[in-house]
């Protein structure tokens, strides 16, 4: 089976600053890809043009097979580092009007999508009361809305305490157990590695290593 994403030399420019280095990687279905590396690696650059969100100065991205990204775009699920969420609002009414974005796709229910993320869809609280580790199960929640195959995750475990960022990892695994294909940012390698099909360290925009987790466990 060909890769669900692959990158063809891509780099990425910022003036004279290269925030992606010729990078040549392809990632299979139902995997889960942990990025690792230093702020400024181009760990999020790397994220943003496979969602979609920024296009690369040379090299070719393929998603499904030869889609572009604009194609993808609708089973592409991207949860960035800011919450994207409306303080004043519920999560189930969050999750309400984000759902009306996608009036004309097969959607979960508001209600489905907190429970998938083990948030109980009746609360009142809202989300600008909610703890870190709800925040972030409510953006993961959002991004779940419309059924992605492929979730792009910057830095889902960021500010959690040691509860919530175990329960966020439970809900990475039991996705990827469902056939779709992660690819998430942390700097907190000891917290994702048990999830982790590959480890993908990249440094100053290039890949440093790519490591698959079954062999070293082997």
């Not at 063809?8 to 010729?22: C, E, P, Q, T």
């Not at 790397?46 to 609708?74: M, N």
């Amino acid at each position: 089976m060909p890769p669900l994403v692959e990158l063809h030399d891509v780099s990425k420019l910022y003036g004279s600053f290269a925030a992606l280095r010729k990078i040549s990687l392809g990632f299979e279905q139902g995997r889960c890809y942990v990025l690792l590396g230093e702020n400024g690696a181009g760990k999020s650059t790397l994220l943003r043009i496979v969602a979609g969100l920024i296009k690369p100065t040379h090299g070719r991205l393929a998603l499904f097979g030869d889609l572009s990204p604009e194609e993808a775009r609708s089973r592409i699920g991207y949860m960035s580092h800011a919450p994207m969420l409306y303080d004043e609002f519920s999560g189930v009414e969050n999750l309400r009007y984000f759902a009306d974005l996608y009036r004309e796709r097969p959607c979960l229910t508001p209600e489905d999508a907190l429970r998938a993320v083990g948030l109980d869809p009746t609360l009142k609280r809202t989300v600008g009361h909610y703890s870190q580790g709800m925040r972030q199960r409510t953006s993961l929640a959002r991004v779940l809305l419309p059924q992605p195959d492929l979730l792009l995750l910057d830095e889902p475990f960021s500010n959690m305490d040691a509860n919530s960022a175990r329960q966020m990892l439970d809900l990475v695994a039991k996705l990827r157990e469902e056939g779709k294909t992660v690819l998430l940012t942390t700097h907190q390698r000891e917290l994702a590695e048990p999830v982790a099909d590959y480890l993908l360290t990249l440094r100053a925009g290039s890949v440093a290593s790519l490591i698959d987790t079954k062999v070293v466990a082997s």
